[in-house]
């Protein structure tokens, strides 16, 4: 079955405490991308990946970290976090980007909590 | 940045009734996705708009895009419970081949009622 899969669902830690959110898609794609979504604010893109070794900054970046060493995995690193990073948070993969008919497909989402 | 605004944000009709949502920019896109989002679940794509002026049927919901590629509507007919969920459009930004990836509204949370 054709899906993107993050990992942890749910985690709830403390201030400064390094973590990593994985997420793994089996379709292939070159496009990878992680999102957070806030109430009042929707869904704002983090870094992004056009492919293996190449990342770029979203919109939100500051405080977050990624990296693309293989085609399927993009983890998403909070160095130190902090109580503002407490969000619902998306990996999306899509083939490529471009050309209006790359849908995204977005795994079930990881809520994070810092305390 | 390219904005997106979506109206209304929140919405709550009774089951039969029609609905339109919006999504309206004063940026071009290059095309427009609609995706649909059910708690506990990342967004699914509905569909996708290309071109200026295009109208796209999925069953009870209707999707247009605005002529300039500025704005797009959803439509929905005989509104049903099961269409309950959180309503996003996203924008392709245009230039640079869509590397920045999509720029998405708010959402419209609409809740229909049996």
């Known amino acids: 079955e054709a899906q993107v899969t993050q990992n942890p669902r749910y985690l709830i830690t403390v201030t400064g405490k390094k973590l990593t959110v994985t997420c793994s898609q089996n379709?292939?794609?070159?496009?990878m991308s992680w999102y957070r979504q806030d109430p009042g604010l929707g869904l704002r893109q983090i870094y992004y990946?056009?492919?293996?070794?190449?990342?770029d900054k979203g919109d939100v970046p500051e405080g977050y970290k990624v990296s693309r060493k293989e085609k399927r995995n993009f983890p998403l690193i909070l160095e130190s976090p902090s109580p503002n990073q407490t969000s619902l948070y998306f990996c999306?993969?899509?083939?490529?980007?471009?050309?209006?008919?790359?849908?995204?497909?977005f795994g079930d989402g990881t809520r994070l909590s810092i305390l | 940045t390219q904005l997106l605004e979506q109206s209304p944000q929140f919405l709550s009709i009774q089951e039969g009734e029609n609905l339109t949502v919006y999504c309206n920019s004063s940026?071009?896109?290059?095309?427009l996705q609609w995706y649909r989002q059910e708690p506990g679940e990342g967004p699914v794509l509905l569909v996708t708009?290309?071109?200026?002026?295009e109208v796209k049927k999925l069953k009870r919901l209707t999707f247009q895009f605005g002529d300039a590629r500025k704005d797009s509507s959803l439509h929905i007919t005989a509104a049903q419970p099961g269409d309950t969920g959180l309503y996003l459009c996203?924008?392709?930004?245009?230039?640079?081949?869509?590397?920045?990836?999509?720029?998405f509204g708010k959402g419209t949370h609409l809740i229909i009622q049996p």
């Open positions: 996203a924008g392709e930004k245009e230039g640079r081949g869509g590397a920045d990836g999509l720029t």
């Open positions: 940026s071009v896109f290059s095309s």
């Open positions: 379709m292939n794609h070159e496009y």
């Open positions: 999306a993969s899509s083939p490529s980007m471009g050309g209006g008919n790359q849908p995204q497909h």
């Open positions: 708009v290309v071109t200026g002026g």
């Open positions: 990946s056009m492919n293996v070794e190449v990342t």
